[in-house]
């Protein structure tokens, strides 16, 4: 599967954005972040039906992930962005999810990113 992420852009802290992943196929789908000199993180998954979900406990109650399988696309609404929120997001996919959607070996297919950076 091709993945494709688009969405970000800079903003200013408070503020929000929607970042989309255009994801074609029955795949559970993470989205995770890697900021400048860090480790890739994640921050929320979504199975294919999306009847599971989860979030790293940075974002909750801030992003909410949802997905629209007829359009081939899962969303990353982010609120109340915040400094730290600054980094490279990528979104990645798998058909089965073994272990933890935060696990990032569980994903075979990945997008290339996109920038979301949040000024103080």
């Known amino acids: 599967v091709q993945l494709q992420a688009s969405g970000g852009g800079l903003v200013q802290a408070g503020d929000s954005l929607r970042l989309s992943c255009l994801a074609s196929g029955r795949y559970a789908v993470g989205w995770f972040r890697q900021a400048p000199g860090k480790e890739r993180e994640f921050v929320a998954g979504i199975s294919w039906k999306g009847g599971e979900i989860y979030y790293a406990d940075s974002v909750k109650g801030r992003f909410t992930i949802s997905r629209d399988n007829a359009k081939n696309t899962v969303y990353l609404q982010m609120n109340s962005l915040k400094p730290e929120d600054t980094a490279v997001y990528y979104c990645?996919?798998?058909?089965?999810?073994?272990?933890?959607?935060?696990?990032?070996?569980?994903?075979?297919?990945w997008g290339q990113g996109t920038l979301v950076t949040v000024s103080s």
């Open positions: 990645a996919a798998d058909e089965i999810i073994s272990t933890s959607y935060s696990n990032s070996q569980e994903y075979t297919n």
